[in-house]
């Protein structure tokens, strides 16, 4: 769109600069965060948003420095434009509200197309069956949707802004979280079609009922001709629904949505993920920094992902992944946090170097590697992290090591100690707790003589999950967050989410049930035959096995799964792409979700089954298992 038309949209108070090779700007893209600016800076327009803590105006002057040419700022922010030296090359549209002029642009935008527009609002399932949808549609359309769960006063014209030309049917979440907020977006999503998923009590605290809460949100849907509400909240059925009213048979709906239903699905709650972050964050001190294990695929969950909704919650300061490919594909998806190498190999130096990743270094080889490779670059200052070996036995260097790491780190300018670090080995065990004081003792002790030897300070860390909470006093200038991003915590360890808990679970893992029959009474189940019923019972098949991370111990009576909030057994063995489940007595449906864990079946009582922890569970499913991600 071009600058001119975006003039005409959100009608600026004022127009400063503009030279004449400006007045055909080109505008690709709509920046809110400065940190995400795309590799297009010149079709960039910046909308400076002003909140109760920050002004975007203030990072005019280094997108312009970036290549950034249009900003929208606000009145009352003109004085940031001291700093800019060259107003004549830059287009700053003044306004009264930075955030309603990005809302009046995505409405015209908006106006420009013709399409069907698929609304959706309610309080859970929101970005589930947009994406179900994409799923269902998208053999049929070009489809524009919301990315992620981009649902809010921002994240609704964003998401708007993609429309284009090619864009055939468009699917937009609209999330609110006080009176009057549903307003603003319905001239924004304008849809054609509304869906409602469930609506509940959930961040209601500040509307006066949840009638009211109901009503606000129904505001999206005063101009609709087609409304659309499974009373099951069923997303599967309302998705059905949809295309209903998009004129599908119902023999290509059952078809569409019994290829889908096959799949089984890990829905990542980021919302309860970022309120995890802020829990253990109230815990340390507001000059100690944090960061967050995203290695291992983000235990599971997505690395990218995860790593993007950290990010954009402004609570982490550094992530930390296994080996380098980990960390260049989060460089590659625009993650510019620092990122921490822990396992970095001698062969994978340039990569780290090329994509400003922070080695750690545990031994004198990987030292001498990395002095190496930096000064052949002709770097200075290289950012690395030094790790001790207090008691782990694993990686890191010895109190007697500490001289001649000295001596060598003295010898050179290519490397900067970032950090020094260390591993506890019981801190989630009270019976180790004395051996736990003794490893910080000895990485304070190495840490100081190394401290002591440099002319600045590197952060000190030792602190994971369990220390976080367990071991306060050992906080240092870093703790390390891992598996309690997702629930888990030492003070509440029998469950995955304690009822005193302030944590939530982040991770639902469901399937769905494919077939119902019903086996006579000494008929066996499965391969092996190991299962022999004694009576009648319904027998359900769900499309998740071993290969999908259902671990073959749960066979034979040894796992169950939720279907309509009851219990059910698995019977017989756990085959690889499949299991079966005794549903006898549940009412259960084919299409009904089988819930392997969840909120009302932690994947702690998983892990407790088969003796490991919480992490291999995690970690042990299938990147063919969909992902499916989500803001509350």
């Known amino acids: 769109m071009l600058i001119q038309e975006i003039i005409l949209a959100i009608h600026p108070l004022q127009v400063i600069g ?19 600016l795309n590799n297009e800076p010149q079709h960039t327009l910046f909308f400076a948003l002003k909140t ?55 409405a015209f935008k908006r106006s420009l197309y013709q399409g069907p527009v698929i609304g959706i609002t309610g309080s859970n399932g929101k ?24 649902n809010s006063q921002i994240g609704v014209p964003l998401s708007v802004w993609q429309l284009s030309e090619k ?12 009176m009057g907020e549903m307003q603003r977006l319905l001239p924004i999503i304008q849809p054609t079609i509304g869906v409602i998923t469930y609506i509940g009590t959930e961040h209601g605290e500040n509307f006066p009922s949840l009638e009211a809460k109901r009503a606000e949100k129904m505001q999206l ?14 997303n599967i059925r309302t998705c059905a629904a949809v295309m209903r009213a998009l004129g599908y048979d119902e023999e290509t709906i059952t078809q569409r949505i019994l290829q889908q239903t096959h799949e089984t699905i890990l829905e990542v709650n980021l919302t309860a993920l970022v309120d995890n972050v802020r829990y253990f964050r109230s815990l340390l001190q507001p000059s100690t920094q944090l960061t967050c294990m995203v290695k291992a695929f983000a235990y599971g969950t997505g690395s990218v992902e995860i790593s993007r909704a950290l990010q954009d919650s402004q609570l982490v300061d550094y992530l930390a992944v296994a080996v380098a490919d980990e960390g260049v594909e989060l460089r590659k998806a625009g993650i510019t946090l620092p990122i921490i190498i822990m396992d970095p190999e001698v062969a994978a130096l340039d990569l780290i170097i090329e994509n400003n990743l922070q080695p750690n270094i545990y031994s004198f080889q990987v030292l001498d590697d990395i002095i190496h490779a930096a000064e052949v670059k002709g770097l200075e200052s290289l950012p690395v992290h030094i790790k001790i070996d207090s008691g782990m036995h694993r990686l890191g260097f010895y109190q007697e090591d500490i001289p001649q790491l000295i001596a060598r780190l003295q010898a050179q300018q290519a490397i900067r100690v970032a950090s020094v670090f260390s591993h506890l080995a019981g801190s989630d065990e009270v019976q180790f707790d004395t051996f736990t004081h003794e490893q910080a003792q000895y990485f304070s002790e190495c840490a100081n003589s190394l401290i002591a030897s440099l002319p600045y300070r590197p952060l000190l860390h030792i602190c994971n999950t369990a220390g976080i909470e367990h071991f306060p006093e050992y906080h240092f200038d870093m703790c390390r967050l891992g598996i309690g991003l997702y629930g888990f915590s030492f003070l509440h360890p029998s469950d995955a989410i304690h009822p005193l808990s302030k944590l939530r679970n982040v991770c639902t893992l469901k399937t769905t049930i494919l077939s119902i029959k ?30 999908d991370g259902f671990d073959r111990r749960f066979s034979n009576y040894g796992g169950e799964v939720l279907v309509r909030g009851k219990r ?40 407790n089954k088969l003796q490991t922890i919480p992490y291999e569970v995690l970690t042990s499913i299938s990147r063919r298992v969909q992902r499916i991600y989500f803001y509350e």
């Not at 002057?61 to 004085?79: H, M, T, W, Y």
């Not at 849907?221 to 069923?234: M, N, Y």
């Open 167 to 178: 864009t055939e049917l468009a699917i937009f979440e609209a999330g609110i979280s006080e």
């Open 221 to 234: 849907f005063s101009q609709c001709a087609t409304i659309i509400e499974d009373p099951t909240h069923q």
């Open 52 to 106: 109760a803590k920050n002004d975007g105006a203030n990072y005019i002057p280094q997108l312009a420095e970036r290549g950034v040419r249009a900003f929208v700022l606000e009145k009352s922010s003109l004085d940031t434009l001291d700093a800019l030296d060259d107003l004549d090359n830059l287009v700053l549209l003044v306004v009264e509200n930075a955030l309603l002029a990005l809302q009046q642009l995505a």
């Open 568 to 607: 059910c057994p698995v019977v017989g063995n756990v085959c690889m792409d499949q299991a079966m489940i005794d549903v006898t007595g549940t009412d259960a449906q084919p299409g009904d979700y089988a819930i392997v864990f969840g909120d009302k079946l932690p994947i702690q009582e998983l892990a």
């Open 518 to 547: 019903t086996v006579e009474a000494g008929k066996t189940i499965g391969y092996g035959r190991h299962t022999t019923l004694s009576e009648p019972r319904q027998i359900a098949v769900i499309p998740i096995g071993y290969a």
């Open 18 to 36: 503009m030279s004449d090779n400006l007045q055909n700007l080109d505008i690709h893209h709509l920046l809110t965060d400065s940190r995400q």
């Open 127 to 150: 970005t589930v069956v947009k994406e179900w949808l994409y799923q269902l549609l998208k053999d049929d359309y070009r489809i524009t949707r919301s990315p992620k769960s981009y």
